[in-house]
């Protein structure tokens, strides 16, 4: 019920869990981060008091106790937090994706990223870590780097829509036209609805001067920027027909 949404639920399971095994952590900690999904800070601060009364020294204690004060954005205390439970367990990759997180949100991204590279030699198949590294990366206006992470977490999940996207745009922001033409096609194979994806293709067409396609692909775009009630998108798109006509 936690993965489909369903937090009412999940919560409700949970809870029931630790009712009939107080000492059951695995069941508070999900519990704490259900609670967390739905806001409700206060109630997680309880989850996380309970699991340390079962174990002062838990990890996913630690865990969940750095994940309300990310939540809180009070990234220092989390980072304090975070250092503690990867302490109680170093060969945790989530618990440093959580911290090299708030390393970045803190401002030392230099941190962040060393933290995420050692979340990815633990767990090389963690494709969110990736994800994490190339957001970061192309924050910091480093595309090669960026496309290098988003390269391994499509190879390791080939059909994620946001790392196609991610891909596509770095691709278009470097100029290299034809290998982001390549990419917005994939992307509109995994997202045939996606409006921006039609106007990237476009973008990336025009540059390499295929403009009768371009003004396909964009009328494409429109119509379904109409469609979704994206009216500066529509704009956006009428615009660049207009240069490519004129």
Do not use: C
């Amino acid at each position: 019920m936690g993965n489909l949404g369903e937090n009412a639920g999940a919560a409700a399971a949970y809870r029931r869990s630790t009712e009939l095994d107080g000492k059951n952590l695995d069941a508070y900690f999900g519990l704490g981060l259900v609670l967390l999904r739905q806001g409700n800070y206060d109630a997680a601060v309880w989850v996380r008091q309970q699991m340390f009364a079962v174990d002062p020294n838990n990890a996913s204690a630690y865990k969940l106790m750095g994940a309300i004060l990310m939540q809180q954005k009070r990234f220092k205390e989390a980072i304090a937090a975070l250092q503690k439970a990867a302490t109680l367990a170093p060969n945790n990759s989530s618990v440093l994706s959580l911290l090299g997180d708030a390393w970045v949100n803190q401002g030392n991204v230099t941190a962040g990223i060393m933290t995420l590279k050692q979340a990815a030699q633990i767990d090389p198949g963690n494709v969110k870590v990736h994800v994490q590294m190339g957001e970061i990366l192309r924050k910091q206006n480093d595309l090669d780097g960026a496309l290098e992470a988003y390269g391994r977490a499509k190879f390791l999940q080939p059909n994620l829509v946001e790392v196609q996207a991610a891909i596509g745009d770095i691709l278009l922001t470097k100029r290299d036209f034809m290998l982001a033409i390549a990419a917005y096609r994939r992307l509109i194979e995994l997202s045939p609805q996606n409006a921006n994806a039609y106007y990237n293709l476009g973008i990336a067409l025009r540059g390499q001067k295929q403009n009768q396609e371009a003004i396909t692909v964009l009328n494409r775009a429109i119509v379904l920027y109409k469609r979704q009630g994206q009216t500066e998108g529509v704009q956006r798109t009428e615009a660049v027909l207009k240069q490519l006509r004129y």
